[in-house]
C-alpha cells in the first residue's frame, strides 16, 4: 500500500511571493510524501518575477506556478486539503472560505519580501531571507512523525512552527 499523500494549502494575500515559495519548497522536499498548492484571497495575476528567479536559481521548477484565487480550493472537485496554512498576516485575519475535509490550520508569519522598497541588492537579499525562513519551517513540517500524531498533537505541532520564538 502507498503511503498517503498530504495535501497542503498555502495562502497569502497576493500569491505572488511567499506563498508561491512554499508550494515549491514543500513540493520539492516533501515530493515523496506532500502536495502542496498556493493561493490568495487578492491574487496578484502573475508571480514575482524575483520569486521565479530564486526559485529557480534554488532549482526548483517554475513550470505552472501562477498567481491563484483561493476559490478555486474551496470549489466543488477540489482537492481536499489535510493542511491549510496562511503565510501573511494580511490573509490570516481575512475571513477564509470553509475548507472541506476540515483540514489542520495554521499561521507562520514571513515578512513579505515584494513590499521591500530599496536598492537591487536589498530586494534579492529580501526575497533571499524569506526563503530561507519558509524552508526552514517547511522542513521542520516535514520533520514530524504525521502519519503518528492524533489531530490535537499535529495542530499543536503546525502551530509550533510558526511561533519559533515561543
Not at 9 to 28: K, P, Q
Amino acid at each position: 500500500m502507498s503511503p498517503k499523500i498530504y495535501q497542503v494549502l498555502v495562502l497569502c494575500t497576493g500569491n505572488s511571493a511567499r506563498s508561491i515559495m512554499a508550494e515549491s519548497i514543500f513540493n520539492r522536499l516533501g515530493s515523496d510524501r506532500i502536495r502542496a498548492y498556493s493561493a490568495g484571497s487578492y491574487p496578484a495575476g502573475q508571480v514575482h518575477p524575483l520569486t521565479l528567479e530564486l526559485l529557480q536559481k534554488s532549482g526548483h521548477p517554475v513550470e505552472g506556478l501562477r498567481s491563484k484565487h483561493w476559490d478555486e480550493f474551496s470549489a466543488s472537485g477540489a482537492p481536499l486539503m489535510d493542511f491549510v496554512v496562511t503565510v501573511c498576516d494580511k490573509a490570516a485575519g481575512e475571513p477564509c472560505p470553509v475548507w472541506p475535509g476540515k483540514p489542520i490550520t495554521a499561521h507562520w508569519s514571513f515578512a513579505d519580501p515584494a513590499a521591500v522598497e530599496g536598492t537591487e541588492v536589498e530586494r534579492r537579499l529580501a526575497f533571499d531571507r524569506v526563503y530561507r525562513e519558509i524552508a526552514r519551517r517547511v522542513q521542520l513540517f516535514l520533520s514530524l512523525p504525521i502519519e503518528k500524531l492524533d489531530r490535537l498533537a499535529l495542530q499543536q505541532h503546525v502551530n509550533d512552527i510558526g511561533n519559533p520564538g515561543a
